[in-house]
């Protein structure tokens, strides 16, 4: 089995742990300790289950010993793919306190992903829910089971079938092991990249808790907030942004939401009185727009935060009016840096930026192409390194030279420039600026302009090959009822004072972006059908 580690130079290490990042804590060992503090106090909601941290803590030592007991040893990798249910919780704490790896993995996740990540970090076993959905993950177990050798269990939370189902593993008599060094790694998160296969990014208990830990103090959860979990809470953002880590930490209560529709994600917020979310941009449009004929009360609602792909200002303006809470941006990444807006900034920094970093020893540099820093307010790419951004991802020396730098800069592949106050504004990833011509432009800004059109619901721009431009722009558009028309569309953006080169070389109506499994567009998909349905005729409504 292959060394799983994340290692920081020891002078760095050092001042992480004299400046108060780095606390000596392990996953186990915070959940003990609230437990202990509040045992009586509901830790989590979903469905018809509610239970307190004294009950958490108590399945999750069951589910310790039941790993245990099926053979598995302190170390092994151990595949998770569950939806928002309360077991989830249960199951990756039990595995903390086994001292087994979690390797996270979404529910939209199907076989070639998972057999990926079961190959990649060699694991020895795979928690899934009988089904969800409409979806049997057990009939995925077992074509992951048809090619991943080395797969030695799949445990079912439900009917089990051939496999093992949890509840009936025995876990009476199983001793548990001494809790693990808070500098071990506590589990491998994968990465949200557009190129190729996820790749493996080891956290360790010290980095990670230090993200969630700071997270939840700048988000101000407190132990009267309610966090609900609307995305797949696998995912970093509302795993640790401040997400059900950080609620958990903060001592909040946390609602496993089933489903990120406004429908249901609404008649959770009435009925458990939620006061923060966290959505992506699309999701936030979508819950804007039914905010205003839902026949749910959700005045109980603080603080929205939008992250995982970038809010474009013109819709950002509109949360408050819309939903009745405070917007908080976040852009940040499952590989580390995380990025803020306070809560009490002026109206003009939430609406227009991405936030500020964590940590006072986040180092963010901003580069052009050839390594140099750029001015304030100037474009350029984001470099960064600091007590909670990883040094490599596992087992995977191809990609970490071209991620890392010789001194440790984490290149993250986003484009973005910085106020004076030290706030970060997201021009869009590396692959996400259209060079026209040599005129360098940036998808995010178009999107913005056109999102200002009364007749836009969703923008997304993408370049295509050009044999003249070298590339030319595509705007792909889900329209706000009736089609504004490609004439005017185009007129509309020449009218907001832009260079010509920025206008929309094509537009193109649709009635949905394809999106990732946690609900962002992806640019890569776009292009590729661009490529694929558009290059060789021009349909009906491109122009």
């Known amino acids: 089995m292959s060394e799983l580690k994340q290692v ?34 509901i830790a989590v909601i979903g469905g018809e289950q509610r239970w307190t941290y004294a009950g958490l803590l108590e399945r999750a030592n069951e589910n310790a010993a039941r790993f245990l007991a099926l053979g598995l040893r302190p170390g092994e990798r151990v595949v998770v793919q569950l939806p928002n249910i309360p077991e989830f919780l249960s199951v990756v704490f039990g595995l903390f306190r086994a001292n087994l790896i979690p390797v996270f993995a979404l529910p939209a996740h199907r076989v070639t992903e998972i057999s990926h990540f079961v190959e990649k970090a060699q694991a020895s076993a795979y928690v899934i829910t009988a089904g969800d959905g409409g979806f049997d993950y057990r009939v995925l177990a077992r074509e992951v089971r048809a090619r991943a ?31 693990p060094s808070p500098a071990e790694v506590a589990f491998l998160q994968i ?66 939401c089933p489903s990120p529709s406004a429908e249901a994600a609404f008649a959770l ?3 458990e009185r939620v006061t923060m979310t966290g959505v992506v941009p699309p999701l936030a449009l979508l819950w804007m727009q039914a905010a205003s004929t839902s026949k749910y009360d959700i005045s109980s609602l603080e603080v929205l935060l939008v992250g995982g792909a ?47 970093p964590i940590s006072p020893d986040d180092e963010v540099l901003i580069v052009d192409d050839y390594g140099n820093p750029v001015a304030d307010g100037e474009p350029g790419q984001l470099l960064t390194r600091g007590p909670y951004t990883i040094r490599s991802y596992h087992n995977d020396d191809a990609a970490n030279a071209r991620a890392f730098t010789e001194d440790g800069y984490y290149r993250t592949g986003d484009i973005v420039s910085r106020t004076g106050e030290g706030y970060l504004v997201v021009r869009g990833r590396a692959g996400d600026h259209i060079n026209r011509a040599g ?52 007129a509309f953006v020449r009218g907001r004072g832009l260079a010509e080169f920025k206008v929309p070389d094509q537009i193109v109506f649709v009635g949905a972006f394809q999106t990732t499994a946690v609900g962002k567009v992806n640019r890569k998909v776009l292009r590729q059908q661009l490529r694929e349905q558009f290059l060789k005729t021009v349909p009906r409504g491109l122009t």
């Open 149 to 179: 050798i080395g797969l030695r269990h799949v445990v079912v939370i439900g009917d089990a079938e051939e496999f093992r189902a949890l509840d009936y593993i025995p876990c009476s008599e199983q001793a548990l092991p001494p809790l």
């Open 310 to 356: 970038k809010f474009m200002p013109e819709a950002a303006s509109r949360v408050r009016a819309a939903l009745g809470c405070t917007l908080q941006q976040v852009f940040g990444m499952a590989e580390g840096l995380v990025n803020y807006t306070r809560l009490d900034d002026p109206d003009d920094i939430i609406v227009n930026t991405q936030g500020r």
């Open 191 to 256: 990465s949200g990249g557009s190129t190729g296969l996820p790749k493996l990014i080891p956290r360790t208990h010290d980095d990670y808790i230090y993200s969630f830990r700071a997270s939840a103090d700048i988000c101000g959860l407190g132990k009267d907030s309610v966090f609900m979990a609307a995305l797949p809470v696998a995912h970093n953002f509302p795993m640790s942004s401040p997400g059900v880590f950080g609620a958990l930490y903060a001592g909040s209560r946390i609602v496993m």
């Open 8 to 41: 920081w130079p020891e002078k760095y290490a050092l001042r992480y742990r004299e400046k108060g990042y780095w606390r000596g804590e392990t996953m186990s060992g915070f959940l003990a300790q609230r437990a202990r503090e509040t045992p009586d106090r």
């Open 439 to 490: 005129e360098k432009v940036s998808a995010e800004e178009i999107e913005d302009q056109l999102l200002a059109h009364p007749g836009v619901f969703d923008a997304a721009v993408v370049s295509i090959p050009d044999p003249y431009l070298g590339e030319r722009s595509c705007a792909f558009i889900i329209p706000k009822g009736e089609s504004p028309g490609v004439a005017a569309l185009k």
């Open 269 to 271: 917020i009435e009925q």
